[in-house]
T-cell receptor, first 114, second 113 residues
């Protein structure tokens, strides 16, 4: 299994509170991604990183920010959680070497905003 | 706007028979396609992929077919086994930059023993 750890695995938070999800990798991969999975939508890209301090927005970035201060850690922050952000969040990593490399996913974080 | 579509939310197949999962895409710039398998409470796991320069890729019981003119791909599982029961996601990418993956909505496959 690819060395990806997401924390926490489950979280319940109140509307309006800030929340930070952590993704930690031990593979030294260049690319890291945050996705959310919702019924009827599949997985949608929130933000991604192509190196330390290099990040960009995905399809559904509103209300989210990210930071990557070290190769191994990619943080996703909900500045002020809303009920629409209740979802399962997945982190993914990809090496970026060669012609194309598939992404490996973490176990997911189930976030409930009440 | 969903660029990758899986129009069948679910599929049930008898053990030993063929499972065929379908996927359509709209963006002609996509040049790499992947299938992921997902069990409950786990992250998606990579299953098989195909480049746009090919029309078929096979790996054991799994074969992916790509029809570029129709913007359609399919995953064949033969023979289907109960352990194949999972949600299958089709994904597409452009092989430049960060290679972001665009996913379909998934098809839940149930293999009946």
């Amino acid at each position: 299994d690819a060395g990806i750890t997401q924390s926490p695995r489950h979280k319940v938070t109140e509307t309006g509170t800030p929340v930070t999800l952590r993704c930690h990798q031990t593979e030294n991969h260049r690319y890291m991604y945050w996705y959310r999975q919702d019924p009827g939508h599949g997985l949608r890209l929130i933000h991604y990183s192509y190196g330390v301090k290099d990040t960009d927005k995905g399809e559904v970035s509103d209300g989210y920010s990210v930071s990557r201060s070290k190769t191994e850690d990619f943080l996703l922050t909900l500045e002020s959680a809303t009920s629409s952000q209740t979802s399962v969040y997945f982190c993914a990593i990809r090496s970026g070497t060669g012609d194309f490399a598939e992404a490996f996913f973490g176990q997911g974080t189930r976030l409930t905003v009440v | 706007d969903q660029q990758v579509k899986q129009n069948s939310p679910s599929l049930s197949v008898q053990e030993g028979r063929i499972s065929i999962l379908n996927c359509d895409y709209t963006n002609s710039m996509f040049d790499y396609f992947l299938w992921y398998k997902k069990y409950p409470a786990e992250g998606p796991t990579f299953l098989i992929s195909i480049s746009s320069i090919k029309d078929k890729n096979e790996d054991g019981r799994f074969t992916v077919f790509l029809n570029k003119s129709a913007k359609h791909l399919s995953l064949h599982i033969v023979p289907s086994q109960p352990g194949d029961s999972a949600v299958y996601f089709c994904a597409a990418s452009v092989r430049t930059g960060a290679n972001n993956l665009f996913f379909g909505t998934g098809t839940r496959l149930t293999v009946i023993p």
